[in-house]
T-cell receptor, first 112, second 111 residues
């Protein structure tokens, strides 16, 4: 089982560029989440999708947009990257509310 | 959002039990208690979760206080591979089950 797959694994952007981080899960989970983790810090929730067709803001949504393309895929878009968005981004999914999450291996993004 | 409080760091000796405490005094009746761990340069890994009763799995045990305001993750025999940051998190039932991470406890294991 692939679990949660994130692409790309590494990315360097220039300030002002845009990009989309992709996330796909093959476990038929209903809920999907995007987190960011800055060095030495815990994870912070950016956006989440409790079920297909719904999305909601998390703790730090500014500068990001998301799309729940279908049940499998949940993408995160940076419209105009800023150095403050340099971070490791993790996607996660869960079957149902309250159940355990499965995390992807992360995307390491650097904005110069 | 409901918050959790954990010690910043703990030390353990290899092959000894480890008890990682967590306080969550503002927990609601429908919030699940989750534990995850994160090894360096990896994504978080699910360890265990529970609602009211104590839970056991192959990785660990979760002891939940009767009033649910605290819990303890128990690693029965620590190994060097258990050295990681351990996060105690509440899953907010009426907010899509989202997990809000705190700072976690950095566990070091001495041989």
């Amino acid at each position: 089982n692939a679990g949660v797959t994130q692409t790309p694994k590494f990315q360097v952007l220039k300030t002002g560029q845009s990009m989309t981080l992709q996330c796909a899960q093959d476990m038929n989970h209903n809920s999907m989440y995007w987190y960011r983790q800055d060095p030495g810090m815990g994870l912070r929730l950016i956006y989440y999708s409790a079920s297909e067709g719904t999305t909601d803001k998390g703790e730090v949504p500014n500068g990001y947009n998301v799309s729940r393309l279908n049940k499998r895929e949940f993408s995160l878009r940076l419209e105009s990257a800023a150095p403050s968005q340099t971070s490791v981004y993790f996607c996660a999914s869960s079957e149902l509310t309250g159940y355990g999450y499965t995390f992807g291996s992360g995307t390491r993004l650097t904005v110069v | 959002d409901a918050k959790t409080t954990q010690p910043n760091s703990m030390e353990s000796n290899e092959e000894e039990p480890v008890h990682l405490p967590c306080n969550h005094s503002t927990i609601s009746g429908t919030d699940y208690i989750h534990w995850y761990r994160q090894l360096p340069s990896q994504g978080p890994e699910y360890v265990i979760h529970g609602l009211t009763s104590n839970v056991n799995n192959r990785m660990a045990s979760l002891a939940i206080a009767e009033d649910r305001k605290s819990s303890t993750l128990i690693l029965h025999r620590a190994t060097l591979r258990d050295a990681a940051v351990y996060y105690c998190i509440l899953s907010i039932y009426n907010q899509g089950g989202k997990l809000i991470f705190g700072q976690g406890t950095e566990l070091s294991v001495k041989p």
